[in-house]
């Protein structure tokens, strides 16, 4: 016995290292910050768009808090330095970023105040602050798709009850339109998290209308201009809390911390219908620790998860058969609330810790063993750089690359099943070009967008919603 003990030991150990060897070193996206931090987990707080990363966080620096922003444009290779968006004198906090185009939407707290700001070129500049709110509770949450903007407010309504109230721009956030009451509930209705994708909107939020803190869900088909009801996504008898919501085609992710066992694990409700039936909910993790703040992206059929594991820190797992099945959570840093995003292969995460801001990457960690560092970065020397713009459309996109010299190029679209439903031919230039494709006759899901030229080949993920 004691033989057989001494050799798992070691597979378990070189298991762990593996897991941990594709990670990065942990790099310091906040230099000079004395006490930063980033937002509940249903406020991101990084997003890509493209090879684009964006990061927003809450840092005191001088006499005040302020929103800082960063961003990287070569996968989180290299950072730009990060720059206050608010006044560093201020009390700022709780930041939240969408993105739709290439404008950058941000939305934060400053008690009682929620403010709004937008970049319209990618975050290298931007423009004035605007007042959403002035009798806030908590922090706003925010959801961009095409021209829509939605904010989700919490408001107090008496002593004991809050709600939440919605707020939209349809003109990509130029002008805004009166703030209407969501919920109406006996009880607390707080912290909603909310995404968009095409004409769609999502929202879970903690709500204890019932006595008993739950997950709630509504969703809208039209841009929010009408909702479905309330209802109660995840309730084991016991307490819900701190839901968020992905979304990925016509599948709808909603993971959050629920008691049901005894203390805080991480539970999963999934829907592949875009929110019109929904799976049983499942127990993703087990630890005899609080594990709650979950924040999960999608890529088809990989999930990856990363939340909080109280007295150890930020923690990833992830899924590569849609949810069925998941790896054990591995240790990505000490600290608090992580986040993460994907760029083709590479997985990107963020967390607090220690006051600073931390960034670590794994540069094949979304497309697994079949894709490895060297075959990302000859991709990119070649030249193609292959983006598509708006990623998550129904009915145009355009197909974004660049070209070292001018020859033809091939476009092809394949459906998830590998079928070939597109094929677009083109006259390529030295330099940047772009494609209009026009998918008003294809059925929403998810696609694939291969471009091939001068011997050298790309592919890029293509999300069609109607």
Same mark, same amino acid.
């Given at each position: ?190 912290? @909603? ?135 054990? @959570? ?137």
């Amino acid at each position: 016995m004691r033989t057989k003990i001494l050799i798992l030991i070691p597979i378990a150990l070189l298991s762990f290292l593996a897991a941990m060897a594709q990670w990065s070193p942990r790099v310091k996206l906040s230099p000079g910050s004395i006490a930063a931090g980033l937002n509940e987990n249903m406020g991101p707080c990084l997003v890509a768009c493209g090879d684009t990363l964006n990061v927003v966080w809450s840092d005191i620096r001088t006499q005040g808090s302020a929103i800082y922003y960063a961003h990287s444009s070569d996968r989180g290779l290299n950072w730009s330095n990060p720059v206050p968006l608010t006044d560093t004198t201020g009390s700022a906090s709780f930041p939240a970023i969408a993105i739709s185009g290439s404008t950058v939407h941000l939305v934060w707290f400053d008690s009682p105040n929620a403010w709004y700001k937008r970049s319209v070129d990618g975050g290298a500049n931007w423009n004035p602050a605007v007042l959403l709110d002035g009798s806030s509770t908590f922090w706003p949450g925010i959801a961009a798709s095409d021209s829509v903007i939605t904010v989700a407010l919490n408001i107090d309504v008496s002593t004991s009850n809050s709600e939440i109230f919605l707020i939209q721009s349809v003109n990509s956030g130029v002008s805004w339109g009166p703030e209407v009451r969501f919920t109406s509930a006996d009880g607390r209705s707080e912290d @909603p998290a909310i995404r968009a994708q095409g004409s769609q909107i999502h929202m879970v939020w903690n709500d204890k209308r019932n006595g008993n803190m739950q997950t709630y869900y509504a969703r809208s088909l039209d841009y929010g201009h009408t909702w479905d009801q309330n209802m109660s996504l995840i309730n084991g008898g016991a307490m819900s809390y701190c839901p968020m919501v992905s979304l990925n085609g016509t599948y709808v992710d909603v993971p959050c911390g629920d008691t049901r066992s005894g203390n805080y694990d991480i539970w999963l409700k999934q829907s592949s219908d875009s929110g019109t039936s929904w799976n049983p909910e499942k127990q993703l993790t087990t630890d005899p620790l609080t594990e709650a703040y979950p924040y999960l992206v999608r890529d088809s059929m990989r999930l990856h998860l990363v939340f909080i594991r109280w007295n150890s820190g930020a923690m990833y797992m992830k899924s590569l058969d849609g949810g069925a099945s998941w790896d054990d @959570p591995v240790l990505l840093g000490h600290g608090g609330q992580p986040f993460i995003a994907f760029t083709g292969c590479v997985l990107h995460t963020i967390w607090p810790d220690s006051g600073s801001i931390w960034y670590s990457r794994n540069p094949t960690g979304n497309c697994g063993s079949g894709t490895s560092v060297q075959e990302e970065q000859s991709s990119h020397s070649r030249g193609l750089n292959l983006n598509i713009q708006p990623n998550v459309f129904s009915e145009k996109t355009r197909i974004v690359f660049t070209l070292t010299g001018n020859g033809p190029v091939m476009i092809t679209i394949y459906d998830l099943r590998g079928n070939e439903v597109a094929v677009i031919p083109e006259q390529g230039n030295r330099g940047l070009n772009q494609v209009s494709f026009n998918a008003s006759g294809f059925p929403p899901g998810i696609y694939f967008c291969r471009l091939n030229a001068s011997g050298a080949t790309q592919t890029a993920k293509l999300v069609i919603t109607k």
